[in-house]
């Protein structure tokens, strides 16, 4: 069975035997390995069913490391990893020949964060080597926010969930590289693309799947519960138009007719979509338990946080 505790020496103990321990940060728990361990990242790979084209993010706690592992840390990876770390951004930056072609799929760059989890950041200062971890969900599931997701997906298979608490940010960093000296938005996540302007001015976005060469992770159908799920602008409509269906609704803003749904979920009571963010996978979790017909998801407004939810939601409807 698998052990779900706060004991970070524990977690050091099994992670110093080239093991495999699922960590909490602010945005999803990780299933981490040591990035120097072939066992260990092999491990990753396996058990979450994920093709050995899609590189895994390496996670530290001291923006020295960053030169440990790259060979250029530009000017505004600089700005920016000053003003969000430890926090939810990704950097995509060259790699140096110490960091293993197995993390990074043979790219030559590699990406990096620094957690923004105090039971992180302790585990992390008590190692030797930074630690490699995607989401702790198996490939194209719902990522977990939560220590009882993650031993529900791996129970028996994993020794130890570190239990930080449900994760305060809820979706997964966003992930920022260069193209040309350019900053490019890869994928959106809790940090806004604004949020990010303000700091490095224009940024581009290319997330879509025909670039997935460049970030492999950005497959279509993603974060997606069992059951069919549509992200759409009216539920009210939709409710009125399939009466005969059992119908979960995910909701940020009040409608009318919501009896007419078999379960009805706020994410927020107050319209704050930091809120709704950090709620999401969990309510979802919660909706793909429950044998409905289809899960109703209502679209956010299409900026800041809201337009990275409207990513994960879209992708969770392939
Ligand atoms: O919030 C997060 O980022 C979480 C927590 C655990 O830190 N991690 C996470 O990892 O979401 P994962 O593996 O589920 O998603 C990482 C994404 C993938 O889409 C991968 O393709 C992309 O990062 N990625 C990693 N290294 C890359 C690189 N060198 N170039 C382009 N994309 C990269
Ligand atoms: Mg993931």
Redesign the pocket.
């Known amino acids: 069975m698998t052990e779900v505790s706060s004991n970070i020496s524990r977690a050091v103990d099994l992670l110093n035997q080239d093991k495999l321990v699922a960590i909490p940060?602010e945005?999803?728990?990780?299933l981490a390995g040591n990035i120097y361990s072939e066992k260990a990242i092999k491990g990753i790979f396996e058990m979450k069913q994920r093709p050995l084209f899609?590189?895994?993010?390496v996670?530290i706690y001291d923006i020295r490391q960053v030169r440990e592992l790259t060979t250029d840390f530009p000017e505004k990876a600089q700005k920016l990893a000053q003003k969000f770390w430890p926090g939810?951004l990704?950097l995509?930056l060259p790699k140096n020949e110490k960091v293993p072609n197995l993390i990074?799929a043979n790219?030559n760059?590699?990406?990096i964060?620094m957690?923004d989890h105090s039971v992180t950041l302790e585990l992390l200062a008590q190692l030797e080597f930074p630690l490699a971890?995607?989401?702790?969900n198996p490939f194209s599931r719902i990522?977990p926010t939560t220590a009882q997701h993650v031993k529900d997906y791996f129970n028996d298979k994993l020794e130890l969930v570190l239990d930080g608490g449900p994760c305060k940010n809820g979706i997964?960093?966003t992930?920022v590289?260069f193209e040309n000296e350019e900053p490019v938005i890869?994928?959106l996540?809790?940090i806004s693309q604004e949020e990010i302007e303000e700091v490095i001015g224009k940024v581009n976005i290319n997330n879509q799947e025909k670039n997935a060469p460049?970030?492999?992770?950005?497959v279509e159908k993603h974060y997606a519960p069992r059951t069919k799920t549509v992200l759409v602008e009216n539920v009210s409509d939709y409710l009125q138009a399939n009466r005969h269906l059992k119908i979960g609704i995910l909701l940020h803003q009040k409608i009318d007719d919501e009896q007419l749904a078999h379960t009805v979920k706020y994410l927020t009571s107050t319209s704050d979509i930091k809120e709704a963010a950090s709620l999401l996978y969990a309510s979802l979790h919660e909706l793909d338990a429950l044998n409905l017909d289809i899960i109703v998801a209502q679209k956010f407004p299409d900026s800041g946080i809201g337009k990275s939810l409207n990513d994960r939601l879209t992708r969770a409807t392939k």
Not at 27 to 30: C, D, F, L, M, Q
Not at 54 to 57: D, E, R, S, Y
Not at 214 to 218: C, K, N, Q, S, T
């Open positions: 940060t945005t999803v728990y990780g899609n590189p895994l993010i996670h939810s990704t995509i990074t790219k760059s590699v990406g964060r957690p971890a995607p989401s702790a990522s997964e960093s992930i590289g890869y994928r996540g809790s460049i970030a492999p992770g950005m």
